[in-house]
């Protein structure tokens, strides 16, 4: 089946991607209407539709953000309650709406990636791989090998980042220090490896950028630490059971929303573009019970996965001279929160229009259908263990009508 | 048995100020002014640190730069330094940067810096990403609450105009910039040290 | 002389009448002739025994409290109002001064029948009003039941040729059943959060602080005259204890100005159920000085709820705004003074210390946790259940008085003006905040009435140690003991120089800024909020429903008696056309026997 992936504004029309995650087709369409499905308005940006207060409800609507401490950025819920109970809530897009995405536009394709790093910061590895598997017509394998590398070791700094965020909301205190250690250790292999520690400026048009390859080898002892901490974290009782059936999502409201990424594999749909990327032999994790226990369980299974990929990898600064492909172009990448998509329109070597879609704006309307119910105490485990972020949901859409 | 696991590890905290280790800062700084900048840190052969996105596409040498941040009148203060992070459209690398200063290897409750959750008790406002449509009134409510005396203490290239134009600066009165893209958590504690009026050598 | 206790009943009937001329003479002919009673039962309180005494001090601080509020409150009701109101006061007065059954029963009519149409006095209260009507007049059955039980087998009507009966506690237990149902106890409690709320908020003071004060002087009133078997008290103790929990449950819950202090009073009302309870399982096991404190703890405990609860309903009336809803209270409604009372008396009833609510509360949890003094260990058991329900309705009762503080009084203030309402609750909040610090002087009131229980007076229970001063510690003998007085000396001085050292040390500069809340201004948290986790985690207790957005409950036992009186309904319909086809003036033609039958009793005892 057919998922509803992006739609974009362009010229006073809707261009619709489609996407089946089980054979990697995917499908641009241009569209008069937005079309019939439960998410289109939230692509577009217009999440209204989610929450709805009915004539005599006692509930009352609060917003949380933009700036609130328990966010750490700006994006804001609205959530409907009495008080305790979340009955409706619906994320607020826009407070990161910064323009910066018309910066991509018509400038050399370095200058294009630079910006585009600085769109999501820490998916940027993910957004370059997938704007250069867009623009890239014959790409070279040995360069997309390290590129992938690249790709794994930001999803282990992001996993680390998601499991400490869930230790230290259950007050895990020395668990929640473990694996910010952990993540801070990524990302100094990052900066070694690299020369950022986000890995900005690693992948270049044609090539990577790599300053030390054998960096790269302190994540072994990485890996070591991780499986201790894993058995020792899923050992306390206290912490599974904050995590188990808390913000719970079925196997039938990731179909009807089309969430992707960690959200979807959590709750046993295993939508993951690895599983049909040319660069990757990959079959998804998945975990069928779909509540914030089951997304850190798939987590904890993809580090092991992503330590095993970059352990048969060898960091090479490369370079190559593939010829780039005009016209309209799709790229996807798995970020680790789920599927980045960039649709790139390539005239003269230049991007003439780009469109780009983070996870973060489909799965945060899958959090929202997730945490209804639940209380607020439950909010911040069901929020992290999506992993998404606010700038990856204010992306640019093609413009505003 | 987490306390064991614990003391095992020892220390690992940075001993910044003190002194810096090479893990602890990116190879990304330009060493030399470029001849020109495509997103304008350049002017007049002068390297503006404020505005270098750490983009790495000039012909300059890059490595490791401390002691970029500038602040231009400290806090008179002796004690501890309370600090609200604010937000105002990052890319969410700033908003890890500043996470990460809780993490064990910056630890910054050692130096006596503390984060609020709210303007009204922080001394210091921490505001990175260049301010957008929506965030502009909450910046400005943010500094209008905070107690004197009160510091604005600007993170990163795009809160100085960067990449879009705006910047912080315009919005309200800054103090003190840290440069990079994102500033690591080192610059940070520099530039917060030096809002505090404390040695930083 | 002409006794003038019964001039002033007759007084208060003028007042009844004269509201047909003048409402507002009618009401301030009331509070003269309340003040005139105070102060009659105060200082000359001849021809009355002291259980009256002591219940006309404590109802005459209501009347006349309730009374001044009505100059300004009663501008927009129907005379009837007026009228009524000082009806039922008569009734309430003859109850009170009765000598037997007869003129009990009379003025339990006329109380009843008064605040029937006083609280019709409102538009659509029609169904209310007959629910409380048709509780009062079950109430009215049981006692005619009781009484008469007594009557025919000792061939007298008077209270104290009753004494030595064989039926005693059978007799005693039906005229005690009539008494708890007035008395709201759980399940007849389900009339009085309705009337109260519907009630003009001058009436549902009286009904709410004096009316079921009624079925309390009943209680004590016959059990003077002697105690019945044990296992009556036990059913009052186990009915109590039930009452009150689910009185303070539900009065958290509410979302009704009115009912919220309506529900307070079943609370209330089970508190001083169990302690009656409590007092015939002492006494009959023999321990008179536990007996004695429970009685002790009883009448200190009815004067609190009846003050406190008075003041609370005349300002919950103010409050009241459109559906009478939380979310409708509006600011401005009342003075500082009227904020200053609404939080003495919340915090009084809330069981906050220096309040005398506080020391109720105290004295009632300290009888019934002595139950290892019983030796028949299934009371002990119960007794001690009991205590902890009660404990814990302590605890709930804060989260209903908080919610009306927050929500309610906080938010109403603003007013300028200051009217004959504001010297009501100045009236009011006084004597609590007096009281509460000087407990043992309403203890020298009700001193003979414990003294003639078992022989122990009320004061033998105040003594002095650990260098308080002889005089002001109440002790429970062998067990506890607390000096109210000191402890509101501690508290002021505590809470004062805190104040003052903080403010002259650390705060010297005060900077008044905006709430914070994440950079853009929220709505207020709703008052649902309130105790929504207790709606939501007690569903059994409140048959929680959710629907469409909106969290709502309704008393499982009101949805029961819904459809009984449904059934009901349905039955005297077809009755009504079988049987008794157009005699709707019946009814109308018993209630005026029964005013005039109380009137000829007066007439009589005059």
Redesign the interface.
């Known amino acids: 089946m057919m998922a509803l992936s992006a739609v974009f504004r362009r010229n006073g029309n809707y261009l619709t991607v489609w996407l089946d995650y089980d054979t990697g087709e995917a499908l641009i369409r241009k569209e008069e209407r937005l079309p019939d499905r439960k998410i289109a308005p939230a692509l577009i940006g217009e999440t209204t539709p989610y929450i709805?207060?009915?004539?005599?409800?006692?509930?009352?609507?609060?917003?949380?953000?933009?700036?609130?401490?328990?966010l750490?950025?700006?994006g804001?819920f609205e959530i409907?309650?009495?008080?305790?109970?979340i009955?409706?809530i619906r994320p607020v897009y826009?407070?990161?709406?910064?323009?910066?995405e018309e910066?991509l536009i018509n400038?050399?394709l370095?200058?294009t990636i630079?910006?585009l790093e600085?769109?999501?910061?820490?998916f940027?590895l993910a957004y370059t791989y997938a704007f250069l598997r867009a623009v890239e017509a014959n790409p070279d394998e040995d360069v997309w090998e390290v590129r992938k590398g690249l790709l794994e070791i930001e999803r282990l700094y992001n996993h680390f980042?998601v499991i400490h965020k869930l230790a230290g909301d259950a007050s895990?205190k020395?668990?929640t220090?473990?694996f910010?250690?952990l993540?801070?250790?990524t990302?100094?292999v990052l900066?070694?490896l690299t020369?950022?520690?986000?890995g900005?400026?690693a992948n270049v048009p044609g090539g990577v950028?790599i300053?030390d390859g054998r960096a790269v080898e302190r994540l072994g002892k990485l890996k070591e630490e991780f499986r201790?901490l894993r058995e020792?974290l899923l050992e306390s009782k206290i912490f599974i059971d904050r995590l188990h059936n808390t913000c719970r999502l079925s196997r039938e409201d990731v179909i009807e929303l089309d969430a992707v990424g960690v959200a979807a594999r959590g709750s046993g749909v295993g939508r993951d573009v690895r599983a049909f990327d040319r660069f990757y032999s990959y079959k998804p994790v998945t975990c069928e019970d779909g509540d914030a226990l089951a997304r850190l369980m798939v987590r904890m299974e993809e580090i092991e996965r992503s330590f095993e990929i970059i352990e048969g990898i060898d960091f090479r600064a490369l370079s190559s001279d593939p010829e780039v492909r005009e016209g309209l172009n799709l790229g996807l990448a798995e970020a680790p929160h789920g599927d980045v998509l960039t649709l790139v329109e390539l005239r003269d070597g230049r991007v003439s229009w780009i469109g780009l879609r983070g996870a973060s704006r489909i799965n945060y309307v899958a959090f929202c259908r997730g945490i209804t119910g639940n209380?607020f105490t439950d909010f911040p485990f069901g929020l992290h263990s999506f992993g998404l972020?606010?700038?990856?949901a204010d992306l640019w859409q093609g413009g505003e009508e | 048995?987490?306390?064991i696991?614990?003391l095992r590890?020892g220390v690992?905290t940075s001993e910044y100020p003190k002194r810096v280790s090479e893990?602890?800062l990116?190879?990304?700084f330009p060493l030399e002014a470029p001849a020109e900048c495509?997103?304008g840190a350049v002017e007049d052969g002068r390297l503006d640190y404020r505005k270098c996105?750490?983009?790495?596409?000039c012909n300059v040498p890059?490595g490791q730069k401390t002691g970029l941040s500038e602040v231009k009148n400290p806090l008179p203060f002796r004690k501890s330094l309370h600090v609200f992070?604010?937000?105002?459209?990052?890319?969410?690398?700033?908003?890890?940067?500043?996470?990460?200063l809780?993490?064990?290897?910056?630890d910054v409750h050692r130096l006596k810096i503390f984060f609020?959750?709210?303007p009204k008790h922080a001394d210091v406002l921490l505001v990175a990403?260049?301010p957008?449509?929506?965030?502009i009134p909450?910046l400005k409510e943010?500094y209008e609450l905070m107690p004197e005396p009160k510091r604005v203490l600007v993170l990163g290239a795009?809160a100085n105009g960067a990449?879009?134009?705006r910047k912080v600066e315009d919005f309200v009165p800054v103090d003190g910039y840290v440069p990079g893209?994102?500033p690591?958590p080192v610059q940070i504690i520099e530039g917060l040290l030096k809002v505090a009026g404390r040695d930083v050598e | 002389m002409i006794n003038p206790f019964y001039a002033i009943t007759i007084g208060f009937i003028v007042a009844s009448l004269l509201a047909m001329i003048s409402k507002k003479a009618s009401y301030a002919l009331s509070a003269l002739l309340s003040a005139g009673l105070l102060v009659l039962a105060l200082v000359r309180p001849e021809g009355i025994d002291d259980v009256s005494r002591y219940f006309l001090v404590v109802s005459g601080v209501v009347w006349l409290g309730a009374s001044l509020f009505s100059l300004s409150y009663d501008d927009h009701y129907p005379k009837l109002l007026a009228g009524s109101f000082a009806m039922s006061i008569a009734g309430m007065l003859v109850i009170l001064l009765a000598k037997g059954a007869v003129g009990f029963l009379a003025g339990w009519e006329v109380m009843t029948i008064a605040s029937y149409f006083g609280i019709t006095a409102r538009e659509n209260s029609r169904g209310e009003a007959y629910k409380f009507l048709a509780f009062g007049e079950l109430s009215a059955l049981l006692i005619l039941a009781g009484f008469g039980l007594l009557s025919v087998e000792t061939g007298s009507t008077v209270f104290s040729a009753w004494k030595g009966s064989e039926l005693w506690s059978l007799a005693f237990f039906l005229a005690g059943l009539g008494f708890a149902v007035k008395m709201a106890m759980f399940p007849f409690h389900v009339w009085l959060p309705d009337a109260h709320g519907k009630a003009p908020a001058n009436l549902s003071s009286l009904l709410s602080a004096v009316l079921t004060l009624m079925g309390v002087y009943g209680f004590v009133r016959l059990l003077l005259i002697e105690s019945p078997a044990t296992w009556v008290g036990s059913f009052f103790l186990l009915l109590g204890g039930l009452t009150a929990i689910l009185g303070a449950a539900y009065a958290a819950g509410t979302?009704h100005v009115k009912k919220l202090p309506g529900y307070s009073t079943v609370e209330n009302d089970g508190v001083l159920l169990a302690l009656f309870g409590g007092t015939i399982v002492a006494l009959n096991a023999g321990n008179k000085t536990l007996a004695s404190f429970a009685l002790l703890a009883l009448l200190f405990y009815a004067f609190a709820h009846s003050v406190a609860k008075g003041l609370l309903f005349l300002l919950a009336g103010r409050l009241e705004n459109g559906t009478g809803r939380f979310?409708e209270v509006r600011a401005g409604r009342l003075t500082t003074v009227g904020v200053v009372a609404g939080y003495v008396s919340a915090l009084s009833l809330a069981g906050v210390a220096p309040f005398p609510g506080f020391l109720g509360e105290w004295l009632g949890i300290e009888t019934l946790l002595q139950s290892f003094k019983i030796p028949d260990v299934r009371l002990k058991v119960l007794m001690v259940l009991v205590g902890s329900l009660v404990a814990l309705t302590a605890g709930v009762a804060g989260v209903a008085m908080s919610k009306i503080i927050t929500h309610g009084v906080q938010r109403a203030g603003g007013r300028r003006e200051l009217s004959a309402e504001d010297i009501a609750y100045a009236f009011m909040g006084t004597v609590l905040v007096v009281v509460g610090v000087l407990p043992l002087a309403v203890f020298r009131l009700f001193n003979g009435v414990v003294g003639s229980l078992a022989g122990i007076s009320a004061t033998s229970f105040i003594g002095g140690a650990l260098g308080i001063k002889n005089g002001f510690l109440i002790v429970a003998k062998n067990f506890g003991g607390i000096s109210p007085t000191y402890l509101a000396g501690l508290v002021t001085v505590f809470g004062v120089s805190v104040y003052v050292i903080v403010r002259l040390t650390v705060f010297k500069r005060v900077r008044r800024v905006r709430a914070w809340?994440?950079?853009?201004s929220?709505?207020?948290?709703?008052p649902?909020?309130?105790?929504?986790?207790l709606l939501?985690t007690e569903g059994w207790l409140y048959g929680t429903r959710e629907e469409?957005?909106?969290?709502?409950w309704r008393e499982r036992v009101n949805i029961a008696y819904g459809k009984l009186s449904k059934a009901y309904l349905e039955f005297s319909e077809w009755f009504r056309h079988e049987l008794m086809r157009g005699s709707d003036s019946v009814y109308v033609a018993y209630i005026l026997i029964a005013l005039i039958a109380g009137l000829i009793y007066l007439l009589y005892l005059l």
């Not at chain 1, 826009?94 to 910066?100: E, Q």
């Not at chain 1, 972020?389 to 990856?392: L, Q, V």
């Not at chain 2, 996105?53 to 596409?57: A, K, W």
């Not at chain 2, 990052?90 to 500043?98: D, I």
């Open positions: 709805r207060i009915p004539a005599g409800s006692n509930a009352v609507p609060l917003t949380f953000g933009p700036a609130a401490g328990g750490g950025q700006a804001a409907l309650t009495y008080g305790e109970r009955v409706s826009g407070y990161k709406r910064r323009g910066i910066r400038r050399p370095e200058e630079a910006v600085r769109a999501v910061g820490n940027a980042n895990q020395v668990a220090m473990h910010h250690w993540e801070e250790e990302l100094r900066n070694r020369g950022h520690r986000y900005f400026g950028r300053l201790e020792e209380i972020n606010f700038a990856d | 048995m987490w306390i696991r614990g590890k690992l893990e602890e990116p190879f990304s495509p997103f996105i750490n983009c790495r596409l890059f992070f604010l937000d105002v459209g990052t890319c969410h690398a700033c908003n890890r940067e500043v996470a990460l809780h993490s064990p290897n910056y609020t959750p709210t990403g260049c957008t449509d929506g965030m909450v943010a795009c990449l879009c134009g893209c994102p690591s | 979302e979310p809340s994440g950079g853009l929220n709505p207020e948290y709703p649902i909020a309130h105790s929504a986790i939501i469409n957005g909106r969290l709502y």
